[in-house]
């Protein structure tokens, strides 16, 4: 059955750092695209950062400069870090696995950026 995780959600202050891990268990891992998305209440979901295969990153423009999107191929984990955290950044993060024909979604977890 496959699996994503996301861990590393919680409470931080403004101009706080989080780390957000995707732990999967698909297979071949290396061959994914990998992104995190986000949903805020009362807005749709948005794409906040991809890598792919070849390990190319893309981000928007709202998080540039802030969040690094990462992979570990040998572990099958995605990592978001993100710093400089803003109370807009506050939103339930997903991670996703998309390739060829598949496509997976976890639970996502909580990130809240509040003082």
């Known amino acids: 059955q496959v699996q994503l995780v996301e861990s590393g959600g919680g409470l931080v202050q403004p101009g706080g750092s989080l780390r957000l891990s995707c732990t999967a268990s698909?297979?071949?891992?290396?061959?994914?695209?990998m992104g995190w998305y986000r949903q805020a209440p009362g807005k749709q979901r948005e794409l906040v950062a991809v890598i792919t295969s070849a390990g190319s990153t893309s981000y928007a423009d709202s998080v540039k400069g802030r969040f690094t999107i990462s992979r570990d191929n040998a572990k099958k984990i995605s990592y978001l870090q993100m710093n400089s955290l803003k109370p807009e950044d506050t939103a339930v993060y997903y991670c996703?696995?998309?390739?060829?024909?598949?496509?997976?979604w976890g639970q996502g977890t909580q990130v809240t950026v509040s003082s």
């Open positions: 996703n696995a998309h390739a060829i024909a598949r496509d997976y």
């Open positions: 698909i297979s071949p891992f290396s061959i994914y695209t």
